[in-house]
């Protein structure tokens, strides 16, 4: 029986070089950066990434923390880390730690920071996951994500959006892929809720608010401080 964590590690490991390239093009990059800007880290600081992909954060990040901070990624999909451990290998960088891991359950205990982009629509339960992540967080969490747009020019394009969405949605085959590209599936929607459920958690669970939107409204960044109890 396939499970939904199985399907995304088979889905990303399929897809981990196209992945790798569209993560690291130039405006993902400029948003991953204002993402890693909203974490305001400092020197000597420990941040964790979850679902870290091929690594394409870990230059933004190591050089806020510097070489006497720490950068932890999670993934749960095998390939995704063998690409972003070469990334790091390449680059000799002696302080990113990569570990397998569900990011709705992280196998950590404590960060300064924490930092999830484009990762809360692959969770079952984003709103626990996020709520998780606010008790690891001493100082800030980011979350960066794309949702269906509220701008004028941008709602033109929500249809378009929600092939993509469906393209990266994973399934079991590409020819299912294929079907819900061409059926407009509800995955626009799903994606919708995930990202709805889990900013209202961050917002329940941290203070110091900030929400910025870019791209026509596609691409949301919410960041906060943790609630220590």
Known sequence: MTTPNSRIESFYGRWVGVYDILATAIAPTAWRARAVDALELSRGDTVVELGCGTGANFPLLRKRVGPSGRVVGVDLTPAMLQRARRRVERA?????????????QPPISDANAVLGTFVVGLLSDPAAAVETWCTLA???????????????????????????????TPADSVRETVRRII????????????????????????????????????????SGTPVRS
């Open 138 to 168: 001493t100082d800030r969490i980011a979350l960066l994500d794309g949702a269906s747009s509220a701008h004028p020019i941008g709602r033109l394009c929500n249809p378009l959006f929600g092939a993509f969405v469906a393209a990266g």
């Open 92 to 104: 000799g960088w002696d302080n990113i730690t990569l570990l397998r891991g569900d990011a709705g």
């Open 183 to 222: 059926t407009c599936d509800d995955a626009r929607q799903r994606l919708d809720d995930a990202v709805r459920r889990s900013r209202n958690a961050l917002r329940d669970h941290t203070t110091n608010h900030r929400m910025e939107t870019f791209a026509m409204g596609f691409l949301g960044l919410m």
